[in-house]
């Protein structure tokens, strides 16, 4: 009986777990469409679609471009009628900000999740150069290498590897994918030199080489930076947290709702906060960027 129950349960959770990726698949394909047409629309839709890749979030939920983007607009609604009690203006501003702090979340996530990239450099380049000399298959020496790699590079080289085996996709939709993961400039310089060597089949050996000098250089330069991106998102985020608590707390004074949103000095007050809410948020934008 237990069994049965267990085995039910089971069963239960697996046929939900494929409901919601069919689901999340689904949305993401109609917003791809509708987002087609207009330039402005795709670009920003492709950072979102890369800054969800490169964050590694997709390890703990399946979460797509499309149904980040459906979620935003709900969170958008929410806190916009929330809000809406200090007035229209600081509604949609402090809505702009709300719905942005998820994005600066997951730009907080990429730079550590590419940081640890970025440290495996070194180290994944020898041990693909080792098995490229003995193998000369691209694909074969990925897979060999991705057992001696440590996390999230394995996962990413495994998963594009095995997608590659049991598909059609050509070797610069393979390549390419796993450049859609990674965001660090070496790795995409190899990954780039490894498209035009399966493209055109020049020595790759000698590629390999000057790309290991380069990597050695650049890591003694590189191990200076980093820490002050991740303490000033931090940082800013705290802030922004504490911020936002703290209006939501004023927000259920009916004195203090008044004040600001009929009078000409609170809302000066309650714009600005909310602007200085987007500038902390854009500037995690920018850091992250720089970092």
Do not use: W
């Amino acid at each position: 009986m237990l069994f049965t129950a267990g085995y039910l349960l089971l069963d239960i959770k697996l046929n939900v777990s494929r409901f919601k990726r069919f689901y999340f698949r689904e949305y993401d394909k109609i917003l791809k469409k509708v987002l087609g047409n207009s330039g402005f629309l795709k670009r920003r839709y492709d950072d979102i679609r890369n800054v969800i890749l490169r964050s590694g979030i997709k390890n703990y939920i399946p979460l797509d471009a499309g149904v980040f983007i459906v979620l935003c607009m709900g969170l958008f609604v929410m806190v916009f009628f929330f809000f809406r009690k200090l007035g229209i203006m600081a509604a949609l501003m402090y809505a702009g900000a709300a719905v942005y702090v998820p994005f600066a979340v997951l730009s907080f996530m990429t730079v550590l999740n590419q940081r640890k990239l970025k440290g495996m450099y070194l180290n994944f380049l020898s041990t693909f150069s080792g098995f490229f000399n003995i193998e000369g298959n691209m694909v074969n020496s990925i897979k060999s290498t991705s057992e001696y790699v440590g996390e999230p590079l394995r996962s990413i080289l495994r998963r594009h590897v095995m997608v590659y085996e049991r598909s059609m996709k050509s070797m610069e939709e393979f390549l390419d994918g796993i450049m859609a993961e990674i965001s660090d400039r070496e790795f995409r310089k190899f990954f780039k030199f490894a498209k035009l060597h399966a493209k055109y089949g020049e020595n790759f050996g000698k590629a390999l080489f000057k790309l290991r000098e380069q990597g050695e250089k650049l890591s003694n330069v590189e191990s200076m930076k980093g820490a002050g991106s991740s303490v000033g998102t931090m940082v800013i985020l705290l802030m922004v947290v504490i911020n936002l608590l703290l209006i939501l707390n004023l927000s259920n004074d009916p004195d203090v709702v008044y004040t600001l949103k009929n009078t000409m000095t609170g809302q000066v007050i309650a714009v600005s906060n909310a602007a200085a809410i987007i500038f902390g948020l854009y500037m995690i934008k920018n850091i992250n960027s720089a970092g």
